[in-house]
């Protein structure tokens, strides 16, 4: 099994302040990591997917980085509306598939 | 407009069985691949079970091997996950998800909660 690790645990900004995020994985996933917000009382939302690629109405302040065990996911200026909790998955040589324990963006 | 529209989810007590359904609209539900990711109170994400387009091929996480049945019915647009044997660590808000390629999901429905307690 796949093992991801997400640092920060809970990772504190104000807005308009870059957020760096950071998930590691056990093994060589190649570029096969997607990243997902999460609101409180909501389903989580896909962000990137292929470790670089935005999904579908994702704000270009989100991007994606890393390849093979390091992957960070950046957001360039928060903004209120992403505060929240990010986490990374992968989706190489499954099942399992798993999940990092996330990440918690707090306001500073 | 893509939707999931999970149901089913209530208290049952340990050793008992639930059946949730998703229905899915808005987009060709014999086309892709689904899977149930639960997510237990204040804790992060588990991926518990998927079927491919067909529902011929299904797949489990351990924790849930031998316990939970993953289906669906295309006819119907319907994904569906037989609980059995159900344990206290089991409960968990539990999400439907559309596979968009072989492993990463979009969207996600809104999830229903399972709790298991005596």
């Known amino acids: 099994e796949i093992v991801m690790t997400q640092s920060p645990a809970t990772l504190s900004v104000s807005p308009g302040e870059r957020a760096t995020l950071s998930c590691r994985a056990s093994q060589s996933i190649s570029s096969s990591l997607a990243w997902y917000q999460q609101k409180p009382g909501q389903a989580p939302r896909l962000l990137i997917y292929g470790a670089s690629t935005r999904a579908t109405g994702i704000p270009a302040r989100f991007s994606g980085s890393g390849s093979g065990t390091e992957f960070t996911l950046t957001i360039s200026s928060l903004q209120s509306e992403d505060f929240a909790v990010y986490y990374c998955q992968h989706y190489k040589n499954w099942p399992p598939l798993t999940f990092g324990g996330g990440t918690k963006v707090e306001i500073k | 407009e893509v939707q999931l529209l999970e149901s089913g989810g209530a208290l049952v007590q340990p050793g008992g069985s639930l059946r949730l359904s998703c229905v899915a609209s808005?987009?060709?539900?014999?086309?892709?691949?689904m899977s149930w990711v639960r997510q237990a109170p204040g804790k992060g994400l588990e991926w518990v079970s998927a079927?491919?387009?067909?529902?011929?091929?299904?797949y489990y996480a351990d924790s849930v091997k031998g316990r939970f049945t993953i289906s669906r019915d295309n006819s119907k647009n319907i994904l569906y996950l037989q609980m059995n044997s159900l344990r206290v660590e089991d409960t968990a808000v539990y999400y439907c998800?559309?596979?968009?390629?072989?492993?990463?999901?979009?969207?996600w429905g809104q999830g229903t909660l399972v709790t298991v307690s005596s």
């Open positions: 808005g987009f060709t539900f014999n086309s892709y691949a």
């Open positions: 079927t491919s387009n067909t529902g011929i091929s299904t």
């Open positions: 998800a559309k596979d968009i390629s072989s492993g990463w999901f979009d969207p």
